[in-house]
T-cell receptor
């Protein structure tokens, strides 16, 4: 399956600052990538669909101006959490769909906003 | 309202015995189901899947059973090994849904004791 690399694995930032998370598909050209968020003891919730060369599609309730997604190439999608607040602290994970059914996930990023 | 439910947040099993993880769903339009395994601070890893046209899929020590009439699926691990200790997520994809756009349960934490 696709090898997906996500960076950084862990980040601590001050409230009000912005954080960029990268998701790279190392061996597969991905026109679509997905961004999920997982709060403690909760399921992974889809935030947005990242589309190469076009605007991302956001799920209901996800602020597009707060969670900026850029998918500039077939191997890289970035999620920028702007003006981060403590309630944005969560585990963010990207995935790359392959083969029509499976999705392969990055290692995830633990964001802590202090 | 959760469409994919894993009602047992945790399960403890002795090494060598069978682990059975359960998952219920509410949407009859789901056509594909997947199980993912997740270690702390890592992204989920694909384990096994099943199409809605089948009722069983086996891969080594892992078998997934699907009961469409009951909207229930289960993952059997036999024999269980300590390395199987992780959180297991059940996921479903809607018919005709976007590749990799999955709906996850909250997960079941499996602990296999030596």
């Amino acid at each position: 399956g696709a090898v997906v690399s996500q960076h950084p694995s862990r980040v601590i930032c001050k409230s009000g600052t912005s954080v960029k998370i990268e998701c790279r598909s190392l061996d597969f050209q991905a026109t679509t990538m997905f961004w999920y968020r997982q709060f403690p003891k909760q399921s992974l919730m889809l935030m947005a669909t990242s589309n190469e060369g076009s605007k991302a599609t956001y799920e209901q309730g996800v602020e597009k101006d707060k969670f900026l997604i850029n998918h500039a190439s077939l191997t890289l999608s970035t999620l920028t959490v702007t003006s981060a607040h403590p309630e944005d602290s969560s585990f963010y994970i990207c995935s790359v769909p392959e083969g029509g059914t499976e999705a392969f996930f990055g290692q995830g990023t633990r964001l802590t906003v202090v | 309202d959760q469409q994919v439910k894993q009602n047992s947040p945790s399960l403890s099993v002795q090494e060598g015995r069978i682990s059975i993880l359960n998952c219920d769903y509410t949407n009859s339009m789901f056509d594909y189901f997947l199980w993912y395994k997740k270690y702390p601070a890592e992204g989920p890893t694909f384990l096994i899947s099943i199409s809605s046209i089948k009722d069983k899929n086996e891969d080594g020590r892992f078998t997934v059973f699907l009961n469409k009439s009951a909207k229930h699926l289960s993952l059997h691990i036999v024999p269980s090994q300590p390395g199987d200790s992780a959180v297991y997520f059940c996921a479903a994809r809607g018919r005709g849904g976007s590749q990799g756009n999955l709906i996850f349960g909250k997960g079941t934490k499996l602990s296999v004791k030596p």
